[in-house]
């Protein structure tokens, strides 16, 4: 892929961030659940937008994470760090969220997270 195609398609993809961060908000009470993927790992934080407060946070770099990925791949590990963050909710009493795919495409990592924090008892 040649550096300028590299290069829109990061464009695209702030575009498309941007659109959906306009309709979506996080509060005290239903935090906005926010994904970030890159090459290699998986991010995924519950904000309070309205004081700009990270509630919890999950990544696969953790120890727990960084095991998971030579088992079962970045799906499984992406799986394992939705259901860390929906433990981590659950020990702050939360159980609502809004779910902020951050421009990404809701398939594969991002909805293997997704799939794994409903499981573990988060709502959105």
């Known amino acids: 892929m040649s550096q300028s195609m590299q290069k829109m398609k990061a ?26 993927r890159s090459l290699t790992n998986i991010y995924a934080q519950l904000i309070d937008d309205d004081t700009g407060r ?9 120890e727990a994470g960084a095991n998971a990925s030579k088992e079962g791949g970045k799906c499984g590990t992406a799986a394992l760090v939705g259901t860390l963050l929906a433990q981590r909710a659950k020990e702050h009493g939360i159980t609502k969220a809004v779910f902020d ?14 799939d794994a924090a409903r499981k573990g008892g988060l709502e959105f």
């Open 54 to 62: 990270t509630l919890a946070a999950a990544g696969s770099l953790e």
């Open 11 to 36: 464009v695209r993809r702030l575009r498309r961030k941007r659109h959906i961060r306009h309709s979506v908000s996080g509060s005290a009470a239903r935090p906005r659940l926010s994904v970030y």
């Open 101 to 114: 795919r951050n421009g990404f495409r809701f398939h594969g990592r991002v909805k293997a997270l997704a």
